[in-house]
């Protein structure tokens, strides 16, 4: 060994150097304290909570805000441009000095060149500089705030974690004071699986805090704190009481045995029960059923997916179910399959069938694939006509709609134009 070493030091060439580059690079990989190492797991945990706690400190607190505003409001530079106030950098700069060290962050020139539109006189507007300083707090105050129930500490939520963490907000929610706690677990249920269903795709099982931060769907749920949100609003918004109480209200309608679960027979009268039989035979195969029964949760997804067929998530639980070969794509095979139950319920309802053939060419025309033998699921998404192609596939109403846009469409007009010389 003795050997080895002095002959392969010697062709490496010459002795051991003190300053090899890997001396000097810093240690990027700790690992995570394993189950049964407990002291260091309270150790980690406590060490996080200091941290998150310092951060928190970090950030602007209301009379800190308050503050700001005064001196923005003290420091705004004529002339006002209607009644908005505004400021230029030298008096920009100014308020930096004597907002106190908290704020130093956002007196940048990068900021204020950032919310620099096209003001004459080279100012931006106080109030959408306040703004900018009010969302950048609520960032963060919500980023340590999900933090704390990331239990893993590795800057995702499990859903659990998430679960969590909407059911200690339900009573910051005003909005649903009116829920009863018998109810929470299922609206807990249906909220988290809106965040599952469009930010973890892949079904990892876990979600980026990140990614939750960047969605609208936090801004969605908080937005249940306004006491005096109008009802066009709750209707519009899932995380509303209305809405959760809708589609759990669905689900129990659909459960005629009153089991807990829906079976494929009780499933098809969703909505207003036109989905084929051969697609309803592909949601029992694909997605997680209990002895060929589905649960609260399966039929949350498949809700979502229904209702918001032109997004992406939406498009791929949908594909999945299309692409009855497994191939990635479809083909013209796997439309024609689809498209003869749709030309069954069409007989069974008296109408004649539309030919297939003027089907498949009017879906390809839609989707312009790049393969023009098989569409895949980004042709889809990158078409815009998602929604449509796979509406004409799977519902009888949703091809009805279709094939009678143009007269819907005028008669549409009618109504607008009776409505205007009334």
């Not at 909220?191 to 973890?200: E, I, P, T």
């Amino acid at each position: 060994m003795e050997l080895f070493t002095k002959y392969y030091m010697e062709w490496k060439g010459g002795k051991k150097s003190d300053n090899i580059s890997y001396a000097s690079i810093p240690r990027f990989y700790y690992r995570l304290p394993a189950e049964d190492e407990v002291l260091l797991q309270k150790l980690r945990e406590e060490s996080r909570a200091v941290f998150l706690q310092r951060k928190s400190r970090e950030l602007l607190d209301n009379e800190e805000l308050q503050n700001l505003w005064f001196l923005l409001d003290k420091h705004q530079t004529s002339p006002m441009i209607g009644e908005e106030a505004m400021i230029n950098y030298e008096n920009f700069l100014k308020v930096g000095e004597k907002a106190g060290p908290k704020c130093k962050q956002f007196f940048t020139a990068k900021i204020f060149a950032k919310l620099l539109h096209s003001d004459p006189y080279g100012r931006i507007s106080i109030m959408q500089f306040f703004n900018y300083v009010m969302r950048k707090v609520w960032l963060h105050q919500t980023r340590i705030g999900l933090s704390l129930y990331d239990v893993a500490g590795q800057g995702y939520l499990r859903e659990s974690d998430l679960e969590n963490y909407i059911l200690e907000l339900i009573p910051t929610l005003p909005q649903l004071d009116g829920l009863e706690k018998s109810f929470y677990s299922f609206y807990v249920c249906t909220a988290v699986r809106k965040f599952f269903f469009f930010l973890d795709p892949l079904r990892t099982g876990k979600i980026k805090i990140q990614d939750i931060l960047a969605c609208s769907f936090l801004d969605d749920l908080l937005e249940l704190r306004d006491e005096e949100l109008s009802k066009e609003s709750q209707e519009t918004n899932w995380f509303s009481a209305p809405s959760a109480l809708r589609v759990y209200g669905q689900y129990l309608n659909l459960d005629k045995d009153h089991n807990g679960m829906l079976s494929k027979e009780e499933l098809s009268r969703y909505g207003t029960g036109t989905l084929t039989n051969i697609f309803l035979d592909r949601v029992f195969q694909e997605c997680l059923t209990y002895d060929g029964e589905m649960d609260y949760k399966t039929y949350l997804d498949f809700v979502l997916a229904l209702e918001n067929r032109k997004e992406p998530a939406a498009l791929q639980y949908i594909f999945k179910l299309l692409d009855i070969e497994n191939k990635g794509h479809l083909n013209v095979f796997s439309l024609n399959y689809f498209f003869r139950a749709i030309q069954e319920q069409m007989k069974i309802h008296g109408q004649e069938p539309v030919s297939f053939q003027d089907v498949k060419d009017e879906i390809f025309d839609m989707v312009k694939p790049k393969d023009p033998y098989k569409i895949s699921l980004q042709d889809l998404i990158n078409s815009s006509q998602g929604d449509t192609v796979t509406s004409i596939l799977i519902d009888l109403n949703g091809f009805w709609t279709y094939e009678n846009r143009e007269v819907l469409v005028a008669s549409d007009n009618d109504n607008t134009a009776d409505g205007d010389d009334t």
